[in-house]
């Protein structure tokens, strides 16, 4: 079992927790992000600039019973299909049944965008969303380390 964080976009305190909580189960943190990005990783995948090259090697690295940390809905439902989990830096734990609803949104969104509209972005980071996300990790850690005993 391992962590892989996609961390083209990922707060660097959503990393942190990550670290500190993996090693609180022993489990190796792996990070994947482009050449445009400064990570501070024992685990560290540098990939190109190109779209979607972070994604396909987070898929790539990904098997069943990893835990992926993403706030890429599409990432998110490929690596579920992996039987690995997948948990967003709010977190958020993604499921199986909620993707074909989240993916539609997004598609909708994007539309949108497209044709001139204008979508919210995501609201400043504030402590509380790290403290959800600590707990949140830190309860599915919990949950993946008692089943792949």
Not at 13 to 22: A, D, E, M, Y
Not at 24 to 34: E, G, K, L, M, R
Not at 78 to 107: C, N, T
Request: charged share 25%.
């Amino acid at each position: 079992m391992k962590i892989i964080v996609d961390a083209d976009a990922c707060p660097k305190t959503v990393l942190s927790i990550c670290k500190n909580i993996g090693g609180q189960y022993v489990v190796p943190v792996w990070t994947v992000a482009s050449f445009h990005h400064v990570i501070e990783s024992d685990h560290h995948i540098v990939v190109g600039g190109d779209s979607q090259e972070a994604d396909l090697k987070v898929i790539n690295l990904t098997q069943a019973g990893d835990l992926v940390i993403t706030q890429d809905w599409g990432l998110a439902a490929m690596v579920l299909g992996k039987g690995a989990a997948a948990l967003s830096p709010g977190g958020r734990e993604y499921r199986p049944g909620q993707m074909d609803f989240m993916l539609e949104e997004r598609e909708l969104k994007a539309k949108l965008r497209r044709s001139g509209g204008r979508t919210r972005g995501p609201k400043k980071r504030t402590a509380e969303n790290d403290q959800a996300f600590e707990a949140a990790l830190g309860r599915l850690l919990e949950k993946l380390h008692t089943t792949n005993l």
